[in-house]
């Protein structure tokens, strides 16, 4: 701590808030400074593995200790385009000459640059690994005792689902059994018969009220026991007689004489089955007695021997039985027990960062309007071809545009549609078009534009049109234009009349003719109609929706803006007063399809998929959208297009011309005022001509002398713009007379010209503002671009003659949509300076800052639009700086402005892509110079130092993730293009950029560990940030200083630090942890110690010694700091137990280290572990789990309770309060005893929310201590890590610790593998519903938590979420209440994990018996580790384990009887007694497997007491066998006679054909 505190001195400046902070800060530290952890150093990893080459590289496992080769590596990935070749023009670089161009191009036309980590998948939480699954495909369903239905009564499960099943069944009459009646004079009940075979062969006939099983057997007969069957008619018409051995008859009779006679068939063939083997077992007897008597009577032999030589097959197989073969039988089909953790198995991808994706162009609401035809009611037949149809009698334009009413604004281009037949469109190209180039008259164009023919383009009707925000008021509006003929209302006026239309067609054709040969170039407004586009703002499409009617158009009201309103008034209910023309607008508007093909960008380059021969083709067209930061997006494309719109000319003043009065415009854009210079062909024509021309009309108003426009040019500009690039403005006067008789000369002056207006396009070197009023000149004179402004004063110039004493007449809109050229002052001014250094011009010291300055005050939305090509600027004039300190500054600090006003408009996943695939550092251009990592550590360390702008301190702190990322990108890329990626480690970096890299974490220290109150995102943000940057440093540097830097990182935090810190220390350890080698980086090998040492220590690597720690430095701090927090309040624990666990999952489920001795040594540096459980062992093992009298007798009558109690549980239990394992019974109901009574509490106090949990959480609240209890899912947490550890360590490393231990620690030891049981017991899918509506309560409920369970905690503003004790390892979705599935699935789950730790613990105990038989078997086996371990086997039964566990578990309990038969037959009968017990209630199981092999364990058990005694008697077993009962009676435990009748049975089958004991025996038996 104190050498923190002297670096945080340095930092600050004297007299500072800083200091001031600081100062208290440490009074307020210091005193805790006694109980911090000690501070270890970390090793020098780069000199231990270059010393211990040798064994690294000899070690099998070195897989594991050695970090792969080509870890990273650069790749360069095309850039995806959309269209079929590059936006950018080929020429453009050369062409260019401004630096910004120049960068945007560079941009546009570069590839990506991406670092990529070969094992990135393995650099996160679990759940980014790369593995197929987490969770088993199938999860195998374990059947549970207590699962099996109460009101089931017993038989019916025992005895009816058994291994023949049920033979025959039906009504029959029973005589009621009594001696005194006689015979004649018996009572006959109807009563419903089963007759099944039992698992071991035998048959019983049971008797019911009816027939359903459910309920009780009214009786039941054993056909063992029978000798004969006969008919008796006497007695009753059909009755007949069963006779068994001991002269005992039962009386029977059917209902007919065919029922009758079915009976007696199959009964007879079953008592004949069995008096035939009776007889062939006397036989085999006899034969064998004679050697049997001679050599085995008085003598021992070994039993597994004896087994084998008995006949019953199951006798054999458990003869033949080894350690080994038990242990084979358990490793089968296990499960990984972190497949049913509750977090993987939600497997919630939430805080996972998404995919960084490339820049892509933007995806909005695309949709593709389709125009099919337009016809109005004057129709006439004009072609000669009868099959074309009548059409209209002249042409007709449209086009189409999008207008938004709630921007008030129009947002999309216009799209031109010529939808004229043929034979309409040749009255146009019939009149000579003086002005028209390339016209189409001239042999259809055959030039191709970039690779297409240009004449696919001339008639397109499919437009795609894009909406960025959909929302239901959205127009598409389509105006209807046609040739100039002169005022709206005349031309409209035949179109709108009723009187014979055929005359009137003939005669609008015949001027149309005319006029189109005269006019035909000009246009004149006609009609306009709209309809909605989209139904919601989803951006459903209104597929059904219709056009408006054509209303006719207003000259008056022409511009957008009365569109607007037009549309405003026609989406009102109320009947508008428009004038319709009738008309057919045959327009589709629907989705673009997936197969959508050959289509072409509003540049007109074709987008992919896009085929040669190509007939109907469509266009985008360009999206308008407001100029908002939320709907800005990076530029990748290049376009470099300007809108010009005409909107007013005021003439009616001009006293100049005589006739200005059909004033048409015509927009050319030119690169000289030369009197000879020539218009750019630049401008986009219209349908039918060619694509681009070198001029463009207005429509023309008749008669207007103030005309207004709604006209849109669109100009394709060029990649170099001068001064002298600008609009001319050329006004006619149309003359509209159709005179036919006046002669040719007349004819010639179509059009006058009135006036002339211009205006540059660039203005201080970039382009004009929007709007302009522009005066107009009577002429053109040479040169007009240098007169001078008619408003300066300067003296006016003789050429120049204005309109209207130079007014500004002439009203435009200049829209730029460009992806290469920049409205904004500062980004030009920042760009032009930056070239002019370039170019060699002298730096004026303070004037680049000066320009960095100014970049803050940058439009938002340029900001973004150019984002990448900024970035790069500013990191290359980061690159390039010349030892002067403030220009580094200046530019990181408006890096930082980016990057927050990126993050304040949620658009930060820009800047994750441009660092991803843009960002390259590049070589400064000076020798020895600093790298862009280096440069830009240092000046990150400036401004953390500057304690004066403290509002960029912050954001450098809230934001530091694009910094840190930036520098990791940076240093990768330099070792790989320098190629120092070769070099070794220590190597790679200069002396400087470590200390560089020191004095950067010094500076952030503080205002973690000091300001985290004041700015709690900020520092939560840092910590992470560069936690991950650390992490990637072990990937390029010297490890061992960048473990000594994550040390003095967490050595700023001390023992009492308050939660939140807490909480940054471990996302801190947690994000180092999950770098991809976090295995090699902890050395998994050993380090031999000198030979002194050797002696005395051979601890070392069991526990968290300073020498553990320093070799294994991560895994050490990690364990040391989890169990220091284990002492600490729940939250804490919480967060470290959780970083724990999710670090041994991804280790379980890593598959580079699947191989089982990889897993091993994995595990074996975990076993820490083990002793800081043991430490916490009481708090583990939980209070229903722990007692502390190790000598109670076990068979006291009141140690156990019963484990079925009667359904009504009304009975109060008297249990002793010293049980071995809690009175924890298989069906999960608990007792809580406060004194030596205890009442059972069927609700299940373990889980459920009852007075157990209440005295549990009141003495949680109240305990001064932060050490309080561990609740249940901490529990179960950590015992799951210690399974896994014990599951995958190898056995020598379990045993050689082991040995490190005294008798009573390896108690301890034996102690925790108890409380594995106990804690993950099966409760039964009863309890797992109970507990799931208690927490559905608890959350309806929420003002009652306080007094609930210790339940949720809220857990805002961290990142770990988790759900309190036992329902904290509930997967369901608990918002939508408890389904039936969702309790199974737990069911299920809970389940897997039992029998998982259920055999875990088998195989460490099994290990455990054999490893330590000798202290086990001293004193006879009456010592207090045969206790305990005698104890471990029957918490099995006692817990309530699955069946196929079970199976597992009698296997053990065979192998320990006969390996310690003096523990059970000698001395005291503590052990035979309670394991007589708990067999005998196996043998009431409902579960018939279980029962079997509950029945054989206890023949064996007498048979093993039988050879101990040398075959003198088994005296001792059966005495305790008939305590037992009669306890088991006591306790109502006995519910299932029947049951236990079966298991009887099976006994005696196993004593019938086991030869050594039928020997023995006499035929009676219990």
Known sequence: MSEVR?????????????????????????????????????????????????????????????????????????????????????????????????????????????????????????????????????????????????????????????????????????????????????????????????????????????????????????????????????MRRYAFELKTIDKYSHYLAAETEQEMEEWLVTLRKIIQSNTESLVQEKKDAVESVQDDESSTQGKSENILESLERSMHPELMKYGRETDQLNKLSRNDGRQNIFSFDPEVQRLDFSGIEPDVKPFEEKCSRRFVVCCQDFSLNLLAQLSDRAEEGPTNVEPFFLSLALFDLKSN???????????????????????????????????????????????????????????????TEIFLVARVEKVLQGSIAHCAEPYMKNSDPGKTAQKVHKVAKQ????????????????????????????????????????????????????????????????????????????????????????????????????????????????????????FTVYKNHLYVYPLHLKYENQKVFAKARNIAVCVEFRDSDEADARPLKCIYG?????????????????????????????????????????????FYHVSCEINTKATSKKQDTVETQVGFSWVPLLKDGRVVPLERQLPVSCTLPPGYLGLPDP???????????????????????IHLDSTIYTQDMHLHKFFHYCQLVQAGAKEVPGELVKYLKCLHAMEIQVMIQFLPVILMQLFRVLTNVTQEDEV???????????????????????????????????????????????????????????????????????????????????????????????????????????????????????????????????????????????????????????????????????????????????????????????????????????????????????????????????????????????????????????????????????????????????????????????????????????????ASSPASRDEFICSFPSPSSRSSLIADKDTACGAALP???????????????????????????????????????????????????????????VKMISEDTLLAYWNKFSPQELINVLMLLEVCLFHFRYVGKRNIARVQDAWLAKHTAAERKSQTMPALRSRAGTRLQHLGSLESSFTLNHNAGTSEADIVHQALLEGNIATEVCLTVLDTISFFTQSFKTQLLSNDGHNPLMKKVFDIHLAFLKNGQSEAALKHVFASLRAFISKFPSAFFKGRVNMCAALCY?????????????????????????????????????????????????????????????RFQDSLLIINNFANSDRPMKLFLPKSKI
């Not at 939480?125 to 089931?152: A, G, N, Q, T």
């Not at 402005?897 to 441009?914: A, D, N, Q, T």
């Not at 004194?1235 to 001064?1264: C, F, H, W, Y």
């Not at 009676?1529 to 519910?1535: G, Y």
């Open 1227 to 1285: 069906n999960g109901h608990s007792i809580k005893r406060e004194d030596s009574k205890g009442s059972l509490n069927s609700e299940g106090a373990t889980s459920s929310p009852d007075q157990s949990e209440n005295i549990r959480r009141s003495s949680m609240r109240s305990s001064v201590s932060h050490c309080g209890r561990l609740d249940q899912f901490e529990i179960r947490t950590l015992l799951m890590c210690y399974l896994y550890i």
């Open 409 to 471: 604004c129009k947002i999309s281009a216009d799209f031109h549609v010529d939808l004229n037949p043929p034979c309409v469109r040749e009255m146009l190209q019939e009149g000579s078009e003086p002005r028209a180039e390339g016209a189409p008259g001239q042999g259809p164009g055959q030039s191709l534009v970039h690779g297409v023919p240009e004449s696919c383009l001339r008639y397109i009707k499919r437009g795609v049109f894009s909406v960025t925000n959909p929302h």
């Open 888 to 1190: 580094a500054v200046n530019c990181t600090m408006v890096l930082l402005h980016i990057v927050s006003k990126c993050h304040e408009e949620g658009l930060e996943h820009y800047l994750r892509s441009f660092l991803k695939y843009v960002f390259r550092a590049e070589k400064p251009s000076a020798k020895q110079a600093k790298m862009t990592h280096e440069i830009l550590v240092l000046s990150m360390a400036t401004i953390l130092k500057q304690s004066a702008d403290f509002l960029a301190i912050n954001k450098l702190l809230k934001y530091s993730w694009f910094f840190f990322e930036a520098l990791a990108k940076s240093m990768a890329m330099y070792l790989l293009e320098e190629n120092k990626i070769k070099l070794p480690r220590g190597q790679r970096f200069p002396e400087s950029y470590q200390h560089a890299l020191h004095s950067l974490l010094l500076a952030i220290i503080p205002h973690v560990t000091i300001r985290y109150n004041e700015i709690p995102e900020e520092s939560r943000n840092v910590n992470f940030s560069l936690a991950n940057f650390l992490k990637r440093c072990l990937t390029f540097m010297d490890r061992g200083f960048v473990f000594n830097l994550i040390n003095d990182y967490i050595s700023g935090f001390s023992p009492k630090d308050p939660k939140l810190l807490v909480e940054y220390k471990f996302e801190f350890l947690q994000t180092i942890c999950n770098h991809e080698h976090y295995i090699p980086l902890n050395l998994p090998m050993t380090f031999s110690k000198p030979k002194l040492q050797r002696v005395q220590d051979t601890n070392l690597e069991y526990s968290l010694t300073d020498e553990y720690c320093r070799h294994h430095f991560l895994v050490g701090m990690l364990l040391r700091e989890a169990s220091v927090a284990l002492q600490d309040n729940y939250d804490i624990r919480y967060t470290a137990i959780s970083v724990l666990k999710n670090l041994l999952i991804k280790h379980a489920f890593d598959n580079r280290y699947q191989h089982k001795n990889q897993q091993a040594k994995i595990a074996q540096l975990y076993l820490p572990l083990f002793g800081v459980l043991l430490e916490n062992l009481q708090r583990v093992a939980g209070p229903e789990a722990l007692t502390s009298c190790p």
């Open 791 to 813: 408003d300066s004063r300067k003296q006016p110039s003789m050429d120049a003659k204005w309109v209207d004493g130079a007014k500004p007449l002439f009203k435009i809109r």
């Open 1478 to 1538: 708990e067999i005998l209630k196996c043998c009431t199981s409902k579960v018939s497997s279980t029962r079997n092999e509950a029945s054989a364990l206890l023949y064996l058990l007498m048979r093993n007491n039988f050879e101990f005694t040398k075959r003198r008697t088994f005296l001792r077993t059966h005495l305790q066998i008939i305590i037992a009962v009669s306890q088991l009676i006591a306790d109502v435990a006995l519910s299932g006679g029947t």
């Open 686 to 730: 219209k349908p039918g001509g060619p694509l681009l021309t070198t001029h463009a009309y207005a429509a023309v108003l008749h008669h207007n002398q103030s005309p207004e426009f709604y006209d849109e040019i669109k100009i394709e500009l060029p990649i170099h713009l001068h001064q002298k690039h600008h609009l001319l403005f050329t």
């Open 6 to 234: 002297k670096f945080t001195k340095r930092l600050s400046k004297p007299g500072t808030a800083a200091e001031l902070r600081q100062s208290v800060s440490e009074a307020v530290r210091s005193s805790f400074v006694l109980e911090k952890t000690k501070v270890v150093e970390p090793l020098d990893y780069e000199n231990v593995i270059l010393q211990r080459r040798v064994q690294i590289y000899s070690d099998p496992l070195r897989d594991l200790l050695i970090f792969p080769i080509e870890d990273v590596s650069i790749s360069v990935i095309s850039r995806q385009r959309r269209t079929v070749q590059s936006t950018v023009p080929e020429d453009a670089l050369k062409k260019a000459q401004s630096l910004f161009v120049k960068e945007c191009i560079k941009t546009y036309s570069s590839d990506w640059f991406v670092v990529n980590y070969k094992y990135e998948e393995y650099s996160g939480d679990f759940r980014m690994l790369p593995c197929k699954s987490f969770r088993p495909d199938k999860i195998p369903s374990h059947v549970f005792e207590i699962d099996e239905d109460f009101e089931k009564d017993e038989d019916s499960s025992s005895l009816c689902s058994q291994k023949g099943g049920v033979i025959k069944q039906g009504w029959l009459h029973k005589a009621n059994v009594n001696s005194t009646i006689t015979v004649t004079m018996k009572v006959f009940k109807r009563r419903y018969f089963y007759l099944s075979q039992l698992t071991d062969g035998s048959y019983i006939l049971n008797s019911y009220k009816d027939e359903k099983i459910s309920k009780e057997s009214k009786g039941c007969i054993f056909l063992d026991a029978c000798n004969d069957v006969v008919q008796c008619p006497k």
């Open 515 to 634: 006029v189109c040969s005269r006019l035909g170039q000009y246009r004149m407004p006609f009609g306009w109609a709209a309809r909605p586009v989209f139904k919601d703002s989803q951006g459903t499409l209104d597929a059904d929706g219709k056009f408006s009617p054509l209303y006719k158009q207003d000259s008056g009201k022409l511009s957008n803006e009365d569109m607007l309103k037009l549309l405003a008034e026609y989406k009102k209910p109320e009947k508008t007063k428009l004038q319709v023309i009738p008309a057919q607008l045959n327009i589709i508007i629907k989705d673009i399809p997936l197969d959508f093909t050959n289509c072409f960008t509003a540049s007109y380059i074709p987008i992919k998929p896009f085929e040669k021969d190509c007939e109907d083709v469509a266009v985008e067209v360009e999206e308008l959208v407001p100029e908002v930061a939320k709907y800005c997006y990076p």
